[in-house]
């Protein structure tokens, strides 16, 4: 499996000539969802979901289809009837050649007056990787390549540390990462990698790893 990092929490992982795209938003690259082959959206924050971005996509590839829970699939299903897929935590199925588990119901706490919208993670292959939207859900399996959500409004990074110690991936890629500048980024990679007990990598938006 390829996992290419697109800019913050997009994520495109390639297998056997199959395409999977997880969470396109606003902050991600124009193209980050051409070619797929199926789309995976956590929630329905604008950084992890751009109709338009999501639409053109789809428009683009008339066999692709999207997989995401209820707030999302409202606004788009209609438009293309058979290939959006509503699911919840729980829920197993496979998109473009890829086994898919669900994990997670809710985003986590911004703060006690933000209502809270629902969020999903995705398990991908038995746990070859794991990407949480926004939420640090613990699967309830072993997770071998986690995507970290590192900077966020609702989070700070002894939960991150403590999340990495929980899951107990072997690696761990930040992602959630556009608020975080190019001046502190030696201070998480030094404290996260130090402390959480994965091996603690960051690619740039572009960059590929094979998993």
Known sequence: MKFTKKSHSCVVLDKDGRRLVIDPGVFSEE???????????THEHPDHFDEGRLRAALEARPGAEVWTLKSVAD????AFPGRVHTV????????AGFDVRVHGELH????PDIPRVTNV?????G?????????LTVPDQPVDTLMLPVMAPWNKISEVIDYVREVKPRRAYDIHDALLTDLARPVYDRQIGALG???HLRLTPGDAAEL
């Not at 986590?108 to 703060?111: K, M």
């Not at 746990?127 to 939420?135: E, K, N, S, Y």
């Open 108 to 111: 986590a706490v911004i703060h």
């Open 197 to 199: 007990g994965a091996e």
């Open 75 to 78: 606004q788009i299903a209609a």
């Open 127 to 135: 746990g070859a990787v794991f990407h949480p939207g926004d939420a």
């Open 88 to 95: 919840g935590h729980g829920d197993a199925f496979t998109a």
């Open 121 to 125: 993670g995705y398990l991908i292959d």
């Open 31 to 41: 193209d980050a969802a051409a070619g797929a082959d199926a789309v995976l959206i």
